[in-house]
T-cell receptor, first 112, second 116 residues
Framework: QQQVKQSPQSLIVQKGGISIINCAYENTAFDYFPWYQQFPGKGPALLIA?????SEKKEGRFTISFNKSAKQFSLHIMDSQPGDSATYFC???????????FGKGTTLSVSS | NAGVMQNPRHLVRRRGQEARLRCSPMKGHSHVYWYRQLPEEGLKFMVYLQKENIIDESGMPKERFSAEFPKEGPSILRIQQVVRGDSAAYFC??????????????FGPGTRLTVL
């Protein structure tokens, strides 16, 4: 049973455009939702995270939008740059000290 | 460099051999998680350890896999009698657990295991 579903699987965006990646979760006990960025041959790097008590969180060009009733959250990358080309994973978990459940990832390619 | 350290970065084993993967958490972190990443897949949780204790091993295969985090030294993920299906990237993450609500986990660079 896949508890976190991520889409699209791959995404091509022009430089300066907006990249949008979506995730949906099933377990209503989840209350921590991070996004990770992974470059080839590297480990995932924590990008931004949100808890369900807020509907949006912004850090620089990266924004998480959260819809608790729909059990969905998304990552928006504004003014996408070629250096943003990477694989992005959403994840979900319960409180600290529990496993992160990951989506299958989205490969983003930003064309110059 | 205060990041999570893993070694070796690449490991090649023949079927039936043992693989030992090591992880040193970030300074000040006493919580370690191990995840496995298969090609074209997300990361799958294997085990969560604190110093000298296994807290959650619900993602660990019942046979051939074991993990430890001794009082001194790195955490070790051990795979006995490896099979080709064990070929994957194994990532370790550490956490400070300073907040009950924020489950921040910081990942190492991973060990790429290839079983011939």
């Amino acid at each position: 049973q896949q508890q976190v579903k991520q889409s699209p699987q791959s995404l091509i965006v022009q430089k300066g455009g907006i990249s949008i990646i979506n995730c949906a979760y099933e377990n209503t006990a989840f209350d921590y939702f991070p996004w990770y960025q992974q470059f080839p041959g590297k480990g995932p790097a924590l990008l931004i995270a949100i808890r369900p008590d807020v509907s949006e969180k912004k850090e620089g060009r990266f924004t998480i939008s959260f819809n608790k009733s729909a059990k969905q959250f998304s990552l928006h990358i504004m003014d996408s740059q070629p250096g943003d080309s990477a694989t992005y994973f959403c994840a979900a978990s319960k409180q600290a000290g529990t496993a992160l459940i990951f989506g299958k990832g989205t490969t983003l390619s930003v064309s110059s | 460099n205060a990041g999570v350290m893993q070694n070796p970065r690449h490991l090649v084993r023949r079927r039936g051999q043992e693989a030992r993967l090591r992880c040193s958490p970030m300074k000040g972190h006493s919580h370690v998680y191990w995840y496995r990443q298969l090609p074209e897949e997300g990361l799958k949780f294997m085990v969560y350890l604190q110093k000298e204790n296994i807290i959650d091993e619900s993602g660990m295969p019942k046979e051939r896999f074991s993990a430890e985090f001794p009082k001194e030294g790195p955490s070790i993920l051990r795979i006995q009698q490896v099979v080709r299906g064990d070929s994957a990237a194994y990532f370790c993450a550490s956490s400070p657990v300073t907040s009950f609500f924020y489950n921040e986990q910081f990942f190492g660079p991973g060990t790429r295991l290839t079983v011939l």
